[in-house]
């Protein structure tokens, strides 16, 4: 392999002075934690980063900076002397590993070095001329050639590359602060956790559990996300709140007309999860809530059941289409696990004709059925906090059926 580094970009150069400085330590935080254990330096420049190879696989390290939120761009480099020689000679070995059938390509060349004794015309002629006339399968294409060499002409040395490979792109996790995810075995739900934390966001998770009315299967699967999207996490780890669900979930059966079940079954999952936000210093709710999905996505019952609650929520998915969701949450390697069959409290004994269109009023008026205030705080106050790293291997399902009891006993 001719590549001996990686030339990293990072976006959005909107940011000014003290962002822009918050934004790098966090990257370079980042870096560092998803690089861990290979073999390679990094080198950190005002506006880009090199990573040098050293005897690393070229390929174990992109599947890591992949992993890295904040990062625009990737192009794997080659180094050589800033000699126009060597630059002409190293040119064609690149172009010769790159281009085996009929291409057009055009060379560009940057000259970061002011002082460097050639224009980049003069540079780009003469490496274009002798690439050329050594490699047959070249044409030249300035306007739109498939191929382009660039060469950028710097003061250590001259830097060559081809392909410009789209990164993660956004921010990185983190640097917006912190936000609790509503989390369900589902596909949306990692999926919006994963485009919060894309777009900066730290996220701890809650995730409501009804067992034994639900199997304890189904709160595994949502410890088995958590594992998948800890790999974008600042520390490869993430919080998880299960909130015990079951008596609330049974004073609902109980209580509630069928059609309006899920509507007020969603508020109170509001509620608690507000309060838990505001423990765990969380600024945010986020959900993988899209309108139109469900009866409990309709804008109507979104209306209804924002209303218990002042936070902010976000919904990274409202206006995605679910075969865009599904790209997502195959792309961070949910999808498998989310498609697994196990009920969780929003899917058993779930009405026949849920309401579409829940009144505010309504809702109000049904809740007064019993009194859910203190079964509310006895949720908070029994949730169990666990952290899940990517390399957690916890089992409940061999511990017992009840995942409170599980938890408590670990
Ligand atoms: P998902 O695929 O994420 O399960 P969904 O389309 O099945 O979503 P709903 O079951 O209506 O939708 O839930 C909407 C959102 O509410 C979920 O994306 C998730 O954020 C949250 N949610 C639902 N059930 C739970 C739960 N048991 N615990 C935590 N959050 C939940
Ligand atoms: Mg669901």
């Given at each position: 392999?001719?590549?001996?580094?990686?030339?990293?970009?990072?976006?959005?150069?909107?940011?000014?002075?003290?962002?822009?400085?918050?934004?790098?330590?966090?990257?370079?935080?980042?870096?560092?934690?998803?690089?861990?254990?290979?073999?390679?330096?990094?080198?950190?420049?005002?506006?880009?980063?090199?990573?040098?190879?050293?005897?690393?696989?070229?390929?174990?390290?992109?599947?890591?900076?992949?992993?890295?939120?904040?990062?625009?761009?990737?192009?794997?480099?080659?180094?050589?002397?800033?000699?126009?020689?060597?630059?002409?000679?190293?040119?064609?070995?690149?172009?010769?590993?790159?281009?085996?059938?009929?291409?057009?390509?055009?060379?560009?060349?940057?000259?970061?070095?002011?002082?460097?004794?050639?224009?980049?015309?003069?540079?780009?002629?003469?490496?274009?001329?002798?690439?050329?006339?050594?490699?047959?399968?070249?044409?030249?294409?300035?306007?739109?050639?498939?191929?382009?060499?660039?060469?950028?002409?710097?003061?250590?040395?001259?830097?060559?590359?081809?392909?410009?490979?789209?990164a993660l792109g956004g921010f990185?996790?983190?640097?917006?602060?912190?936000?609790?995810?509503?989390?369900?075995?589902?596909?949306?739900?990692?999926?919006?956790?994963?485009?919060?934390?894309?777009?900066?966001?730290?996220?701890?998770?809650?995730?409501?559990?009804?067992?034994?009315?639900?199997?304890?299967?189904?709160a595994q699967k949502v410890i088995d996300l958590v594992k998948k999207m800890s790999k974008y996490a600042p520390n490869n780890k993430i919080n998880v709140h299960m909130v015990p669900f079951k008596e609330l979930h049974m004073a609902l059966l109980d209580n509630i007309p069928e059609s309006y079940n899920i509507t007020i079954m969603r508020r109170m999952m509001y509620r608690i999860a507000t309060k838990l936000a505001e423990r765990n210093q969380c600024l945010c709710l986020i959900n993988g809530e899209s309108v139109g999905q469900v009866a409990s996505q309709t804008l109507g019952s979104m209306h209804t059941i924002n209303a218990v609650t002042n936070y902010p929520i976000l919904r990274p998915l409202c206006t995605y289409d679910k075969q865009d969701i599904i790209k997502i949450s195959q792309r961070i390697d949910c999808f498998e696990l989310s498609i697994k069959p196990f009920e969780d409290c929003c899917t058993v004994y779930v009405p026949k004709a849920p309401a579409t269109s829940p009144k505010l009023d309504k809702a109000i008026q049904y809740e007064k059925a019993f009194d859910f205030e203190p079964m509310v705080d006895e949720a908070v106050e029994n949730t169990n906090s666990i952290t899940i790293d990517m390399n957690s291997d916890l089992d409940l399902t061999f511990l017992g059926l009840e995942v409170r009891d599980v938890l408590k006993n670990l």
């Open positions: 392999m001719l590549y001996n580094q990686i030339l990293v970009r990072f976006g959005d150069l909107t940011l000014k002075g003290k962002n822009q400085k918050v934004f790098l330590q966090k990257l370079y935080k980042l870096m560092a934690v998803k690089m861990e254990g290979l073999n390679i330096e990094i080198e950190y420049q005002h506006d880009r980063i090199f990573i040098h190879l050293l005897e690393e696989d070229v390929n174990k390290v992109i599947d890591r900076l992949n992993l890295v939120s904040g990062i625009s761009s990737y192009s794997l480099v080659v180094k050589c002397d800033n000699d126009l020689n060597e630059i002409k000679k190293t040119s064609l070995e690149l172009m010769k590993e790159v281009v085996n059938k009929p291409t057009t390509f055009k060379v560009t060349t940057k000259r970061a070095n002011k002082n460097y004794p050639m224009q980049s015309m003069e540079v780009t002629k003469h490496v274009a001329g002798y690439v050329l006339s050594n490699h047959k399968e070249l044409r030249v294409d300035v306007h739109n050639p498939e191929v382009t060499l660039n060469i950028e002409l710097r003061r250590d040395a001259c830097y060559l590359f081809n392909t410009e490979i789209r990185p996790v983190g640097v917006a602060g912190k936000g609790l995810l509503m989390l369900s075995g589902g596909i949306d739900s990692p999926v919006a956790g994963f485009l919060a934390m894309k777009q900066g966001v730290e996220i701890e998770c809650v995730h409501f559990e009804s067992t034994p009315l639900t199997s304890i299967e189904s």
